[in-house]
């Protein structure tokens, strides 16, 4: 009887034993990555919990946002297919100098977003480069580099102030034939953006998006250390300027060495000027830190087109956001609020302030 009862016993405690394992099992946390080619990069996911299936589901409804955002903003669909239908920058584009044209509430949105901070670059950034854009080939099988006269008779249709938005009937219309728009600087960003408050209302609490290099974390790493970020050194791909740390907010870089063309064994780089039509030159980076991954991309390109200090006394008039500069010389500037946040470590050739 003694046996039994002491078998009985050991049964129990290690039903109790495995029962206690089982429940930490469930409780433990997976992390989960998922990867999709959009926007012309490789797209990663990846969030973090105990539960597997609901992560999946979340992601791909995250995934499902960003592949609507790209749809509708795709200014190189091939004619004739659906994506071209359904891209509405193709249909204001196409509209250019005849009439308005109604727009889906987050294209409108970027339309705007992209209109200010032109504004706040006095025209230096354009979301009208189109037509420049397409002079120098990029996003074409074709390119060249446009002689002065070509630039000259394309340069009057890169004017942010004839783009017409009326925020009543959320419609844009170009007023010059021959206008386009360029929504490369904003679109990628406001999908990763529109793609964590997705992953934030299904209940994700950590989770971190790469879009070639546009990231936005949720949460942080642990409960005691932020994300880890590396920024890149724009002359060499295997090494880095500096470490950031990330909570709930996003990290966009902007560089010279990024979507790049060859052209009589030249490298040419797409963040065109609007003013002079051809590659900035003032920088050869710039990392925005921003609460908004759409805000941080829309300002990377602004202000890499700008002087590095026209770059900082900006930054310093907004709210939240921080910015690393890498300039054409090598030195590396910081925004003040960074400084907690920024661990430096370039290499040789490099100066940091």
Known sequence: MRKVYRILVISLLSLAVLSVFYFLLLKQEHKLTSEEFLMDTLVSISTYGADTDFLQEATEKAFKEMRRIATLSDRFPSPGTTASELSEIVKTNSMAGIEPVVLNEDVFTMLQLAQEYSQLTKGEFDVTIGPILDLWGFGHDQQKVPTNNELEDVLPLVNYRNLILDKEKKSAFLSQKGMSLDLGAVAKGYAVEKAAQILQEEGVKKALINAGGNIRVIGKKTKTDFWKIGIQDPRDPLALIGILSLENEAAVTSGDYNRTIEIAGRSYHHLLSAQ??????????????????????????????????????????????????????????????????????????????
């Open 276 to 353: 002079t039509g051809y590659p900035a030159g003032n920088n050869m980076s710039v990392t925005v830190v921003a609460p908004d991954a759409g805000q941080a991309d829309l300002l990377s390109t602004s202000l890499f087109l700008l002087e590095p200090q026209q770059a900082l006394a900006l930054v310093a008039e907004l709210s939240k956001v921080e910015v690393i500069i890498v300039t054409a010389d090598k030195k590396i500037l910081c925004s003040p609020g960074l400084k907690d946040k920024f661990v430096y470590s370039a290499g040789e050739g490099y100066s940091y302030d």
